[in-house]
């Protein structure tokens, strides 16, 4: 390794805190800071000066300080430095951690530290705190640190705000003793659904029934007052996708012994609410609930959440399901596709269900002020952008999503109500050669000037746990061709195969697990740094295909 290279950036002022226990550092690079978090809760602010520069100058340590976290350990995921009105100089940045209070299932703590310069001196000035009870995918600054973007299962519930009083933990929802009582509440009635399937005879694939079983304590007399079902259009923003408007099934009661509400969630895809229509029948003290889907398909549950199909005990009627039998018993049945043509792309894995939300919160508020679904579109890595590429406030992580056999990626748009988030690029067939690694570990790209249009990626890089690296190299800005390996059918000299996808395939000398990656492009070439436990490898890449 050059000498020159090999100087130290920084010299700790004092080691860091010895501990039996090992933690993740964590850096994360604004435009003329660093923060480095030590994995527990020291986060340092450095000033590194011209990065840009030939001659690198040494960094100096500005601030430091001991984050107020639950936990033992927090990992940086993201920073954004602004400037304020006064012509001052602000950082944000988030810390996410795991706490775990005696038996309780363990929560996901986002914490947003805010701090500024004030006469050359460095302090923390707010302190916000999210809780989410599934782990978040995605963590993302918005614009001037205005707004935060946040893609997870469920959506984060406020816990702190030293700039707001009125926004605290809110108390536990029930004593034991309360919660015995929930449960024999849902004994209300029982829900049980089926769907029509492409495959019945003479089904139609859009069909939905919810047969809602009621208590024999409910009397209803007349269903026309006593019984409202409605499926719901979401309000805007909570529950509003971008170009997907989804629905709530509503279901009330009006007895003598009182009003109850036995379902309020929302359905898990889109239905025509004008095709909505339901039934009672006195001798079975049911609801039978007929529901039209927007699109024709088969649903793997009623509800988009899972834990609220639990809490309303919802089944799957599969005795409705047609038996397969065939008028002649000797005769093999056909298949409606070939299965030697079936690939990885193909497969359902467990690990693909994805229920991902993206939700944009406010930063005053800590509110879910936008909401959009991502059912079934699996989350597959975070793309970096160049910091400062596009003025102080541009986000510093893209979200990579997978659409079809292509991976889409998202860039936040804090001040567009409308497309809060941007489609800025395509990595074709991208989904579909991530699907075959089961090995990998790191996925990484260089990062992205958003001030490029249209923004182009000049390759993907997948690290396995040991040993290998591969490099997919995406069609040049001028290319008119699609990245895909498919035999077309037709016979005619060059209409064979559509395009054929490259990849570049790397060992490394030895089997020890990949700790750290990470790609670059551009000048003097493009390469991948990969570290393991015992070295550093920079590995250059020639971008020409072979």
């Known amino acids: 390794m050059n000498q020159r290279l090999s100087l130290p950036l920084l010299r700790m002022r004092k080691p860091l805190a010895e501990s039996a226990l090992v933690y993740n550092a964590s850096l994360v690079l604004v435009r003329d800071y660093a923060l480095l978090s030590s994995g527990s809760d020291d986060v340092y602010l450095l000033e590194t000066g011209d990065r840009f520069s030939e001659a690198l100058s040494l960094w ?4 430091e300080h001991q984050a107020d976290l639950a936990s033992q350990s927090g990992y940086l995921v993201d920073a954004n430095q602004t400037q304020t009105a006064d012509g001052s100089v602000q950082i944000d940045y988030i810390l996410l951690s795991v706490y775990s209070a005696g038996e309780e299932k363990p929560k996901v703590h986002i914490d947003w530290f805010t701090i500024s310069q004030n006469s050359n001196k460095w302090c923390m000035s707010r302190h916000r705190r999210l809780c989410c009870s599934t782990f978040p995918d995605y963590i993302a600054l918005e614009g001037n640190a205005c707004s935060l973007s946040v893609r997870s299962a469920q959506p984060p519930t406020p816990l702190l705000d030293t700039a707001n009083p009125d926004i605290r933990p809110s108390p536990k929802n029930h004593s034991p003793s309360e919660a015995i009582d929930v449960e024999e509440n849902l004994s209300d009635a029982r829900f049980t659904w089926t769907q029509s399937l492409p495959s019945m005879p003479e089904g139609d694939s859009t069909l939905l029934n919810v047969l809602i079983k009621l208590n024999d304590k409910y009397h209803i007399s007349d269903p026309k007052t006593a019984v409202n079902v409605v499926c719901k259009s979401c309000g805007s923003g909570a529950d509003r996708g971008e170009n997907l408007i989804f629905h709530r099934l509503e279901v009330g009661l009006h007895t003598e012994e009182g009003d109850f509400r036995l379902c309020d969630a929302r359905l898990f ?3 025509r609410d004008s095709g909505t229509m339901w039934t009672y029948d006195r001798e079975t003290n049911s609801i039978d609930v007929t529901i039209v889907k927007e699109e024709a398909g088969t649903w793997p549950r009623l509800f988009a959440d899972p834990d609220e199909e639990r809490r309303l005990g919802v089944r799957y009627d599969e005795g409705s399901l047609p038996a397969t039998t ?4 000797g005769e093999m049945m056909q298949s409606c596709f070939n299965v030697e043509q079936l690939e990885d792309v193909d497969m359902v894995h467990e690990e693909d269900e994805d229920d991902g939300v993206m939700q944009r919160i406010d930063g005053e508020t800590l509110k879910v002020v936008l909401r959009g679904e991502m059912v079934g579109h699996q989350m597959l ?3 970096p952008t160049c910091v400062g590429s596009n003025g102080l406030s541009s986000p510093s992580r893209l979200l990579c999503t997978r659409y079809d056999v292509d991976g889409l990626l998202w860039a936040p748009q804090p001040h567009d109500t409308t497309h809060p988030w941007a489609h800025v690029a395509t990595l074709q067939a991208f989904g579909y050669v991530l ?9 990484a790209s ?3 000037n958003l001030a490029d249009a249209p923004i182009s990626v000049a390759f993907v890089a997948v690290a396995d746990i040991t040993r290998h690296v591969y490099v997919y190299w995406q069609p040049s800005k001028n290319s008119l061709t699609e990245l895909r390996h498919r035999n077309s059918g037709d016979l005619r000299p060059g209409s064979g195969v559509v395009h054929v996808a490259w990849q570049q395939v790397i060992a490394l000398p030895d089997a020890e697990k990949i700790i750290g990656f990470a790609a670059v492009a551009g000048g003097p070439y493009a390469a991948c740094v990969v570290a393991t436990p015992h070295a550093l490898y920079l590995i250059c890449l020639d971008e020409g295909e072979e």
């Open 269 to 271: 895809a889109p239905v």
């Open 60 to 63: 100096k340590m500005v601030f």
């Open 446 to 448: 260089p990062p992205l």
């Open 435 to 443: 699907a075959s690694k089961q090995n990998r570990r790191f996925i």
């Open 381 to 383: 890595y975070i793309a």
């Open 326 to 329: 065939t008028d002649a018993p």
